[in-house]
Structure formats: structure tokens, C-alpha cells
């Protein structure tokens, strides 16, 4: 099952739960992909996922944590990197870091998605420079240091530079967290040091948070990986919920208790969602 038809799933398992009187859904999804459902806003993580009387569908957008400059529903993400010319000006870039770092062309994709929105001449209040919002200190582990001509914020301007040298930084992070990406996403964003800190945990930082979970959900967008195991191309989903709401439909896993709040992992017998 795709990340994204989970996460549908989980909310439709997560509305039968709900008395039929109120079906709100408020969710979030966790550093490690895993989605949370509640009937009220338990915290600020929280976000409104499905109102009642409302239906789901993933052409309205997918909720990201952080604010990103590039569409949430699946078909227009898709459609920005068939059209945008800031993509299509550094897609070879991409590809080349993706070969010689060994990193999947869309996790580079989706980091760049949130870090800059593909706007090659973002700076952050920090001074983290580009498209992969390098900091000049990162850089310069890199071999990009400034001098005479210009200064190493200036380099990293330059789309090729900035690349190859974000790459070069997340691929460290990936090795020194073995099949943790979401490991390597908080370094990425906080740094190493804040993830060994914290016990090889991802930082109880609310923007590394939101951060991992964003990057994450435009990486699912992107590649699906049940969809991507078949070659298949990804399709709409959508997701309706009758009046009174599900309970009682009959699509509760065998023994369970109706109960809020939820915690839907990476499998969901019994709840279905229709493509």
C-alpha cells in the first residue's frame, strides 16, 4: 500500500472510530511516516484532515506541516515538474548528483521542493544559501570556501554548486545513518550533532519535525512505492463518507475497540480506500 493510500486508509478507519453525531478528523504524520488521527486538535501538530460531512480527495492537496511553493495534490505536484522552468533549468544537475551519490532523483526532488520551492536565489534569515539551502560552514567541508573573486555564499548560488554539494552533505548524513532516512532528514535540517543528541532520535524540534514530515510526504507524492514497484503512474484517490458516518460499516479490523486517538502504521488491515 503507497504512503499516500495508507494515509487515506488510516483516516477512513479513523472516521468509523468517530461517533456518527461528529466525524472530524485531525491528523498528522510522524518523522517515521507513521499517521496519527483524533477528534479534536490534540496538539499543535495537529491538523484538520477531514471535516464531517465533507469528503477527501487528493486533488484539493495533501497537508504538509511546513508551508511549501509547490502544489500538494498529487496530479499538479507531478504537473509543476513536467512545466516549471526552474526545475527543467536544473534538472541535469539533479540527475548527475543523483548518479554519483547514489541518492534517489526524488528524495533530491522533494528536499528541494521544501527547502527552496526550486528558487535558486533563496537565502534563509540563517544564511543558508540555494536551492538546497547549504550553509557557507557545510559548504566549505566541500571544498567551497571563498576568496579573491567570491565569497562561498556566492558560489552557492550557482545551481550546479549548490547541488552537488547539498548532495554530497545528504549523502554523508544517509551513511551515517543507515537506513534512517528520517534520521538523515533531521541532520539535514538541525544537524548531525542535534540527532546524536537526542539519543539517534529525530530532535524534539517543532521545525525539524515539521521538516522531516514534509520532505517525506512530497517524496511519497512523488514515488509511491507500491506504484513505482510496478511502473505504474500514480492516480487519484478519493475518499467520500456517507451520512452518519462509517461506523458500523463493517470495515473495523476483527476485535477492535472503537477509541480516539489513533496511531495508524506502516500496515492497516480492514480499512479501504478506492483509486
Not at 12 to 32: F, I, Q
Request: aromatic content about 6%; cysteine-free.
Amino acid at each position: 500500500m503507497t504512503g499516500l493510500r495508507r494515509l487515506l486508509a488510516a483516516a477512513l478507519l479513523a472516521l468509523a472510530l468517530l461517533p456518527a453525531a461528529r466525524a472530524d478528523v485531525w491528523g498528522h504524520v510522524d518523522e517515521r511516516g507513521v499517521a496519527h488521527f483524533a477528534a479534536e486538535q490534540v496538539d499543535q501538530r495537529y491538523q484538520l484532515f477531514f471535516r464531517d460531512g465533507e469528503g477527501f480527495d487528493t486533488a484539493r492537496g495533501v497537508p504538509t506541516p511546513r508551508p511549501v511553493a509547490v502544489p500538494t495534490s498529487q496530479s499538479k505536484l507531478l504537473a509543476f515538474f513536467d512545466v516549471s522552468p526552474a526545475y527543467k533549468q536544473v534538472k541535469h544537475h539533479l540527475r548527475e548528483a543523483s548518479r554519483t551519490q547514489g541518492i534517489d532523483y526524488d528524495l533530491l526532488k522533494a528536499l528541494i521542493a521544501t527547502e527552496s520551492g526550486f528558487d535558486a536565489r533563496a537565502v534563509s534569515p540563517k544564511g543558508a544559501v540555494g536551492l538546497m539551502q547549504v550553509m557557507p560552514a557545510t559548504a566549505q567541508r566541500y571544498g567551497v570556501t571563498g576568496d579573491a573573486k567570491a565569497s562561498a555564499a556566492s558560489k552557492l548560488a550557482d545551481p550546479g554548486t549548490n547541488i552537488r554539494t547539498g548532495a554530497r552533505y545528504l549523502r554523508h548524513l544517509l551513511d551515517l545513518f543507515p537506513g534512517r532516512i528520517e534520521l538523515a532528514l533531521a541532520a539535514y535540517n538541525a544537524g548531525e550533532g542535534a540527532v546524536q543528541r537526542a539519543g539517534n532520535r529525530v530532535p524534539n524540534y517543532r521545525e525539524t519535525r515539521d521538516y522531516v514530515q514534509t520532505v517525506l510526504q512530497l517524496y511519497g507524492l512523488l514515488r509511491p512505492p507500491a506504484l513505482a514497484a510496478r511502473g505504474a503512474a500514480p492516480t487519484r484517490v478519493r475518499m467520500e463518507l456517507p451520512p452518519g458516518g462509517a461506523l458500523g460499516r463493517g470495515n473495523l479490523p476483527p476485535g477492535e475497540a472503537p477509541g480516539v486517538p489513533l496511531a495508524i502504521g506502516p500496515s492497516l488491515p480492514g480499512a479501504t480506500v478506492s483509486e
